[in-house]
């Protein structure tokens, strides 16, 4: 009673301060629900069409990344339709949608129960728990259970409603704006950008985004897009390095009939396709130099004057600038005016590249292997424990599109090498990602072993075998641990929120690794 007690209050407090973090309802459903004899719970929260895990117990983080729609799975569909308890017999037919994903052996669950959490009559979510072996859960009392769907119900209605009251007073000009699908995610650095868009998207300043190719550029310019009083324009996305030179102006501002060779007919260009929405203007280091003045005048006056146009033309466009270069090094060396990159520049956002940030990496794993499992008609697509520490280990030089490039091809390999189906065994619908399948380049396996005293060894000896990539990977995962374990003075709850893992995984994983008893 202790531990829930201060679990609720903890939780509370954060909700009236802001967004309480996933870790925070972690806490809170294991007070409720850890003691059970259940392998795996989770609670979840209608995001849209789909349910999405705020808290998971028993599974690995990168589930966080997952939605679940309900017309895929027909076990979450049955709970959220039942008025009370909702349990399955062991050898129920629908598939679980944590089949394969609880253990390291693809096994399947045998037990499972859940319970809908609602606000009257609406869905908000769902509690479900589940265990690998038939009957474990029979001894839950029914009525206990719904006391805790009542109790978690009343705190994600209380989340929803302060989110709410939040949204308006912040943003009482954008009161009609589209619901997002968003995570919260794990790194600091992409909370504090995610801050940032939420601080400047109201406002119509103008906003250059830098980073490296491939960390998601064009997502924060839909987030940007999406938070602002244009939401309901048009965001209109324009390639400057993809236009011909001879071309670009007539693209931007648009042209009369007649106005050059080949000009048959009136065309607008992409700042009056935007008006009254936003304009983002990718690879805008490209510009030409000759044009970069007229994109100022644009910015400074709000008036385009289309070729072969006598007569200026009013509009109504916020500019996002999107760059992987570093503008300010090329003002100073005369490659792009430094007039337009301080009219460009007046709120700088920076998306970091993935090496910065691993701890989204579970995140964004799960949410490519949910696609990727849609795609390919699968009830489950998990990781091997290598593949996982695989992910983490490599730098990821082409940052988000390469990992999602990584997974899909990956889930292929999978799916082809997988057994045929026979009868109604549902483990031949779980596909298992092995590091093999990931076909990381070599570096990727140096950097596990690197982690490791005897691979470094090893690898100072030229013409001796190295450690298999199984036990290069233990003796990473078993080195890593024990350094954040003595980091935090022994306390296995703060190393897990330091890893980024569920305890209970955290749990598992040293007694496999010999670290606990």
């Known amino acids: 009673m202790t531990e829930f007690l201060k679990a609720l209050r903890t939780l509370l407090a954060r909700l009236s301060e802001g967004e309480a973090s996933d870790m925070y309802w972690a806490n809170l459903l294991r007070a409720l629900v850890g003691d059970f004899p259940a392998d795996a719970s989770t609670l979840m929260v209608m995001d849209g069409d789909a349910l999405r895990p705020v808290a ?99 705190c994600l209605c209380l989340a929803e409603r302060l989110r709410t009251t939040r949204t308006r007073l912040n943003e009482a000009l954008a009161q009609d704006r589209p619901t997002e699908v968003n995570w919260r995610w794990n790194s600091r650095a992409m909370r504090q950008l995610d801050d940032a868009i939420d601080l400047v998207a109201p406002t119509d300043m103008s906003v250059l985004l830098h980073g490296e190719t491939g960390v998601g550029k064009e997502l924060a310019v839909r987030a940007l897009h999406r938070r602002s009083r244009r939401h309901q324009g048009p965001l209109v996305q324009v390639n400057c390095a993809a236009l011909s030179e001879s071309l670009i ?31 983002m203007l990718d690879e805008i280091g490209e510009l030409p130099l000759a044009l970069q003045p007229k994109l100022l005048r644009v910015l400074q006056e709000g008036e385009i004057q289309p070729l072969g146009c006598e007569t200026p033309r009013k509009v109504d466009v916020r500019v996002i600038a999107v760059t992987n270069r570093d503008l300010n090094a090329e ?45 390919l008609g699968l009830n489950n697509l998990r990781l091997e424990a290598e593949a996982e520490a695989a992910l983490l280990a490599w730098h990821w030089p082409g940052n988000v599109r390469e990992l999602e490039h990584t997974l899909a091809r990956a889930a292929l390999r999978a799916l082809g ?101």
């Open 249 to 279: 102006e007539s693209e931007l501002f648009g042209h009369r009939r007649g106005a050059f060779s080949g000009a048959t007919e009136d065309r607008r260009g992409h700042f009056e396709m935007a008006d009254g929405g936003t304009l």
């Open 56 to 154: 998971l117990l028993g599974l690995d983080d990168e589930v966080r990344g997952r939605h679940f729609a309900l017309q895929d799975h027909p076990r979450l569909a049955a709970i959220a339709s039942h008025p009370g308890v909702c349990r399955f017999p062991h050898d129920s037919p629908l598939p679980d949608p944590f089949d394969g994903l609880i253990d390291e052996d693809l096994s399947e669950v045998h037990d499972c129960l859940g319970v809908a959490l609602r606000d009257d009559d609406r869905l908000i979510g769902l509690l479900t728990l589940d265990a690998l072996e038939p009957g474990r859960l029979d001894g839950l009392d029914d009525e206990q259970l719904l006391s805790i769907a009542r109790l978690l119900g009343t």
């Open 331 to 375: 003002a100073d060396a005369g490659r792009f005016r430094a007039d337009l990159y301080h009219r460009l520049s007046a709120f700088p956002l920076y998306v970091p590249p993935l090496r910065e940030r691993p701890e989204d990496i579970p995140l964004l794993v799960g949410h490519f292997l949910e696609i990727n499992r849609v795609r």
């Open 417 to 517: 090498e997988r057994d045929t189906p026979t009868g109604n065994d549902r483990r031949q619908s779980v596909a298992l990602i092995t590091r093999e399948h990931l076909d990381l380049p070599n570096e990727a396996g140096r950097a596990l072993a690197e982690g490791t005293g005897e691979a470094s060894a090893d690898a100072e000896r030229p013409g001796e075998p190295s450690l298999p990539l199984k036990e290069a990977t233990e003796a990473f995962q078993r080195r890593h641990i024990q350094a954040s374990l003595s980091e935090h003075d022994g306390n296995w709850a703060a190393t897990a929120r330091s890893l980024g893992m569920d305890p209970g995984n955290l749990h598992r994983l040293a007694r496999r690794l010999g670290l606990k008893a």
